[in-house]
């Protein structure tokens, strides 16, 4: 059994959860959100505490994996439709920079060309410099993913340390070539 899968998940105040036919539905103030679980697990809804409880159904090895994951991933829809996700996306390098046009993220990053990507429908996407790009969202994945393909747009190189990072991430640079005498 999982052990963080045993543990409930507290239901935030203005967030209403229902289960039926497998499917979980999470609406709060930011939005709504639903999740089709495995047959292997079953969720319920305790409203007397105001949690939701994951329980695995059997004591097979998917049942174990299914039941952590089930109960991290009501975790997260929980916490998105209370709070929200973000990511920030830095831009570094002379020249680099992000705008936003319309529902187009438009990144020069050295390439001959700008790189466009779309914006998805359910995502906040905010350029408050040139070299600073914020992603807010409710859904934990696809704000996660959205800013990974923004990053693997230029990954940040080893010795100069240019390209996308995280903010905050931390880039291992490698020495240079040693002067020759």
């Known amino acids: 059994m999982s052990r963080l899968g045993k543990k409930p998940v507290a239901i935030p105040e203005k967030v209403t959860v229902s289960v039926a036919d497998r499917v979980i539905n999470v609406e709060g103030p930011l939005g709504k959100l639903s999740y089709e679980h495995r047959p292997e697990v079953s969720v319920t809804v305790n409203s007397d505490a105001n949690e939701v409880v994951v329980a695995a159904e059997g004591d097979s090895r998917d ?3 299914f039941h952590g994951l089930t109960r991290a991933l009501v975790s997260n829809m929980l916490e998105g439709v209370s709070k929200g996700y973000e990511k920030r996306l830095e831009i570094v390098g002379v020249g680099y920079l992000a705008a936003i046009a319309g529902d187009v ?30 992603i807010k969202g409710i859904d934990k994945q696809r704000v996660g993913q959205f800013a990974a393909e923004c990053r693997s747009a230029r990954k940040p190189e080893p010795y100069k340390g240019k390209g996308v990072r995280y903010q905050g ?3 291992k640079l490698k020495p240079g070539k040693a002067a020759s005498k």
């Open 63 to 65: 049942a174990k994996a």
């Open 105 to 134: 993220l438009q990144m020069r990053v050295g390439y001959a060309n700008e790189i466009h990507k779309k914006i998805p429908s359910d995502l906040a996407v905010s350029c408050p410099d040139q070299t600073h790009v914020v």
């Open 169 to 171: 991430e931390q880039i």
